[in-house]
């Protein structure tokens, strides 16, 4: 089976850093993306880590820890249009299984 | 990244009616799936549209129900089936290719197709 956690909500300051932690237990793996979704829209790559350590694609990190089943997708400089749905998933033999996603709102 | 259509991007249909879903990719791609977001939710996978052959449907979804086709490498559809108010939803086309390192691959999505079901 699959579980994949995520914190339901989260709020930060314009400018400020925000951590999205999401952690697995997933049958099967191959690597872990990152989507983010705005209300209305369908859901954008962010990230795709398939081994350990952290990937830098300019203000949005993602890290992975397989052996701990553990991955965080990092915001910096945040700015009022980061506010969105941001989605773990899980990726098996190419098939996702997302979890339940995390609603960031940025403040000013 | 390719880009990924679908069509139509909304409907409303009549209970007992069916919709056919298309989605088309502008490049080749490995594999494509068809997701569904119902209301609130996240994503969840109903099937892998495989080219030339069956779709392969996850746990809960059925070809009745769902039928999928996949003429080509870069074009697919999903029928929704004897709709009831239950299959209002969003259901996304997803495309899915290796990318430049080994062992990865990206997976990108379609802008969706939001159904109601009265």
């Known amino acids: 089976g699959q579980n994949i956690d995520q914190p339901t909500e989260m709020t930060a300051t314009e400018g400020a850093i925000v951590q999205i932690n999401c952690t697995y237990q997933t049958s099967g793996f191959n690597g872990l993306f990152w989507y983010q979704q705005h209300a209305g829209e369908a859901p954008t790559f962010l990230s795709y880590n398939v081994l350990d350590g952290l990937e830098e694609k300019g203000r949005f990190s993602s890290f992975l820890s397989r052996s701990k089943g553990y991955s965080y997708l990092l915001l910096k400089e945040l700015q009022m249009k980061d506010s969105a749905s941001y989605l773990c998933a899980v990726g098996n033999d190419y098939k996702l299984s997302f979890g339940a996603g995390t609603t960031v709102t940025v403040r000013a | 990244s390719a880009v990924i259509s679908q069509k139509p991007s909304r409907d409303i249909c009549q209970r007992g009616t069916s919709l056919t879903i298309q989605c088309q990719v502008d490049s080749q791609v490995t594999m494509m799936f068809w997701y569904r977001q119902q209301p609130g939710q996240s994503l969840t996978l109903i099937a892998t549209a495989n080219q030339g052959s069956e779709a392969t449907y996850e746990s809960g979804f059925v070809i009745d129900k769902f039928p999928i086709s996949r003429p080509n490498l870069t074009f697919s559809t999903l029928t929704v089936s004897n709709m009831s108010p239950e299959d209002s939803s969003i259901y996304l086309c997803?495309?899915?290719?290796?990318?430049?390192?080994?062992?990865?691959?990206?997976?990108?999505f379609g802008p969706g197709t939001r159904l109601t079901v009265t």
């Open positions: 997803s495309a899915c290719w290796t990318s430049g390192r080994a062992g990865s691959y990206e997976q990108y």
